[in-house]
């Protein structure tokens, strides 16, 4: 069975940094393209940041780029967000992804989803 499994969310300050983890079992992580999305109460998923499986490029949401960073290292199957300058309005739960998509932005196109984990940025 497929698992994803996130770690590494919680409280922070506002301009601070957090870095989310993502472990992956059972499948053949390095073929597969990964993601991360987050949703806030009340709102839809969406977008954060992805990867392809071959580390050749990333992908991010504008509310996110040059603060979030996203990578991989397949022989340890994990994937990592690393989150700076954190904002009020990045609090939401955040959920790994795994696809093969191109590294796509579409939550329809990643087939296997982790429980997520929740960041709160107090201001």
């Known amino acids: 069975q497929v698992q994803l499994v996130e770690s590494g969310g919680g409280l922070v300050q506002a301009g601070g940094s957090l870095r989310l983890s993502c472990a992956a079992s059972?499948?053949?992580?390095?073929?597969?393209?990964m993601g991360w999305f987050r949703q806030a109460p009340g709102k839809e998923r969406e977008f954060v940041a992805s990867?392809?499986?071959?580390?050749?490029?990333?992908r991010y949401a504008d509310s996110v780029k040059g603060r979030f960073t996203i990578s991989r290292d397949n022989a340890k199957k994990m994937v990592y967000l690393q989150m700076n300058s954190l904002k009020p309005e990045d609090t939401a739960v955040y959920y790994c992804?795994?696809?093969?998509?191109?590294?796509?932005?579409?939550?329809?196109?990643?087939?296997?989803w982790g429980q997520g984990t929740q960041v709160t940025v107090s201001s």
């Open positions: 990867i392809r499986w071959d580390v050749d490029s990333s």
């Open positions: 059972v499948l053949p992580f390095g073929i597969y393209d």
């Open positions: 992804a795994a696809g093969r998509n191109s590294g796509s932005d579409y939550s329809a196109e990643y087939k296997y």
